[in-house]
């Protein structure tokens, strides 16, 4: 059982969470998997967690259909994982992206029709600053598990944007508004790479840029979605 109390950390034939033995690739044993806050009821557009099974779409989607097409997120951005994608992101965890990656294709089916991953993308100076993209190191792990090519350089980030935390939704779409910039990507059918989703700013904000570059569809996949 995951225990709150645990220094998460990759340990060889050991679970990532509770250290007892395991022989999973992905790193997390059946049992805390079992316990793992998995996103099982969500929009089918925008992963937001829903309360109703008869429900197929949230209310915003609803109201505002998003430029991507699906995302597909693996857990409710709660404990642990919201442990872990910090660790990832400001204790420079690395070794942890590629168990994420592990789960997220034992989980996830990715269509035929998938031309290639590409991360979202970090303004060089905060990439010099951190020293990774965390989307780019699971894209890159993702890649490795299912054959799928990776383009780092169509999509780019041209200016700075605010930090997301506290800002509302409307705020959100505005501080990511024509954040990005895209080469010419004709008839392809792209799915962004990201760790967490919150209001969708980005997603849509890169989405725009993709699709007016020519792809014909943008469908996202993240660790983690956020119930708010």
């Not at 609803?62 to 709660?78: G, H």
């Not at 020293?131 to 990776?150: C, D, V, W, Y």
């Not at 954040?179 to 980005?202: E, Q, R, S, W, Y």
Request: proline residues 5%; aromatic residues 6%.
């Amino acid at each position: 059982m995951i225990s709150s109390k645990v220094d998460l950390r990759s340990i060889i034939d050991q679970c990532i969470f509770c250290y007892q033995a395991t022989d999973h690739p992905s790193g997390a044993c059946l049992s805390c998997q079992d316990d793992l806050p998995w996103l099982l009821n969500s929009c089918s557009i925008c992963a937001f967690p829903l309360n109703s099974n008869n429900q197929l779409i949230c209310g915003q989607c609803l109201k505002l259909r998003p430029s991507f097409t699906k995302v597909d997120a693996l857990f409710l951005y709660q404990f642990p994982i919201d442990q872990l994608v910090t660790k990832i992101k400001y204790n420079q965890k690395t070794q942890f992206i590629g168990h994420l990656a592990q789960l997220l294709t034992l989980k996830l089916s990715l269509a035929s029709s998938i031309d290639c991953l590409i991360p979202i993308p970090m303004l060089q100076r905060n990439l010099l600053q951190r020293g990774f993209n965390q989307a780019e190191l699971l894209a890159t792990e993702l890649s490795k598990l299912t054959n799928l090519p990776i383009d780092n350089t169509s999509l780019r980030k041209r200016r700075p944007t605010s930090k997301q935390m506290g800002l509302s939704r409307k705020a959100r779409l505005k501080n990511q508004l024509e954040a990005f910039c895209c080469n010419a990507i004709p008839d392809k059918h792209i799915v962004l790479i990201d760790d967490v989703m919150t209001t969708g700013a980005t997603l849509e904000a890169a989405s725009r840029a993709l699709l007016s570059a020519g792809a014909y569809q943008v469908d996202a996949i993240v660790i983690a979605r956020t119930p708010k």
